[in-house]
Nanobody, 123 residues
Framework: VQLQASGGGLVQPGGSLRLSCAAS????????MGWFRQAPGKVREFVAA????????DYADSVKGRFTISRDAVKNTVYLQMNSLKPDDTAVYYC?????????????????WGQGTLVTVSS
């Protein structure tokens, strides 16, 4: 599975961005798909995840109510809609795919990672 993340950029506080993560190589329909982020000097942290079957979603407390993860099974793509962005959201955002072992909150649960896309929230 190859993952290609896109959609990052510079946005002012309070603004919105939508990240995309396109999967290729094989279908990820049975995989959990997640977003993580890594700010300068910090560890990579969980942001959101989407699980099949059932379409369950999980969010870090810091983004609940502002970010929404969604998935298009036909396009084999997962999205992260980010609203009400804050400077603390500045980071490189990574998408990941996992075969469903372990907690979606944990990095070792994911088998494949995209290259990351930079989100900068600044005035």
């Amino acid at each position: 599975v190859q993952l290609q993340a896109s959609g990052g950029g510079l946005v002012q506080p309070g603004g919105s961005l939508r990240l995309s993560c396109a999967a290729s190589g094989r279908t990820t329909s049975s995989y959990a798909m997640g977003w993580f982020r890594q700010a300068p000097g910090k560890v990579r942290e969980f942001v959101a995840a989407h699980r099949w079957p059932g379409g369950y979603t999980d969010y870090a407390d810091s983004v609940k109510g502002r970010f929404t993860i969604s998935r298009d099974a036909v396009k084999n793509t997962v999205y992260l809609q980010m609203n009400s962005l804050k400077p603390d959201d500045t980071a490189v955002y990574y998408c990941a795919a996992g075969a469903g072992r372990g907690s979606v909150y944990l990095r070792p649960s994911y088998d494949y990672w995209g290259q990351g896309t930079l989100v900068t929230v600044s005035s």
